[in-house]
């Protein structure tokens, strides 16, 4: 997505005022007290740490809403590896329009940028399996197509965006119906009133669980929730390639090569978006008298 996609996309576009407004408030009083109106200045994005970059545009776009003026230019794309040391982006514009933006652009870019992180090392970890890595729902409140956004930026794919994207039949739904074979059929039914084509997903606790759900029709993708690799193998051989197979549940980088050796399709790991770890970036204002970067 660039830069004048996302000014368009109004969920992103409102994830950024919401940030900026709650960090401004009714206005920046230190600079206000400190900084000329007239003052200018560039301001480098440095980068602190090892990882993957994500989240320029949205950079470009924290800037271009404290002030029009202003011109962010990104160094590399998002996906980019990134090591201690390198200048991610420069934004070029009035002082106080940059120290405005700057808690809020370090915000998103710390963030997406860990996430990104995070997925390119489980993606790396399954590499030559044949094994997706796939995020949650497990997002900041508000956060989610941001977040989904840097998963992608770091090789893995997104899982629904909500629960209107696909059926996914959970522990919870399938107590409510009382078992796996009544929550199919009642959203097999439901299917057959709407149009369109939606996956139908079932998560399975036990062997037992995937034998009842391989005997319902309709079904697109069985999920593994916190099997053991050994049971994971049994699964899906017993699944073959009827469907779709993803396991599901505490995995984490360490048992990841193993869960994607048992042949299942994708690997969701909650953790990518639930337990953040934000890339160390940091902002270092130039005044313009300093700036020889022209």
Not at 146 to 153: H, L, N, Q, S
Not at 214 to 236: E, K, Q, W, Y
Not at 237 to 255: D, F, H, K, N, P
Request: charged share 25%; glycine share 10%; aromatic share 4%.
């Amino acid at each position: 997505m660039n830069h004048d996609e996302l000014l368009h996309d109004g969920r992103i576009l409102r994830a950024v005022e919401i940030a900026l407004m709650e960090d401004i408030g009714v206005g920046d009083i230190t600079s206000d007290a400190i900084i000329p109106e007239t003052d200018n200045g560039v301001g480098e994005f440095l980068c602190k740490g090892t990882g993957v970059a994500a989240g320029l545009d949205v950079v470009a776009l924290v800037f271009q809403l404290c002030d029009e003026t202003s011109v962010t230019t990104a160094n590399l794309c998002d996906g980019d590896p990134v090591t201690p040391g390198i200048v991610l982006a420069l934004v070029r514009g009035k002082t106080k329009a940059i120290l405005r933006g700057e808690r809020t652009a370090l915000n998103f870019l710390q963030r997406m940028s860990g996430i990104a992180t995070a997925t390119r090392n489980y993606v790396k970890a399954v590499e030559g399996t044949g094994a997706k890595i796939t995020d949650t729902r497990k997002t900041a409140p508000g956060l989610r197509n941001i977040d989904k956004w840097a998963v992608r930026c770091g090789g893995g794919v997104n899982h629904r965006f909500g629960l209107d994207d696909m059926i996914l039949i959970k522990d919870n739904h399938i107590a409510a119906a009382g078992g796996i074979t009544k929550a199919v059929t009642a959203c097999l039914a439901y299917l057959g009133r709407k149009q369109g084509t939606i996956g139908v997903e079932v998560e399975t606790k036990t062997l037992q669980e995937v034998d009842e759900a391989l005997s319902c029709t309709g079904i697109t993708r069985i999920m593994l929730d916190n099997f053991a690799v050994p049971d994971m193998r049994r699964a899906v051989q017993r699944i073959g390639r009827r469907m779709e197979v993803e396991a599901s549940g505490g995995i984490t980088l360490e048992t990841v090569r193993a869960v994607a050796e048992t042949g299942v399709d994708f690997i969701s790991v909650g953790a990518l978006t639930h337990s953040v770890r934000g890339l160390d970036i940091s902002l270092e204002l130039i005044p313009a008298h300093h700036d020889h970067s022209h």
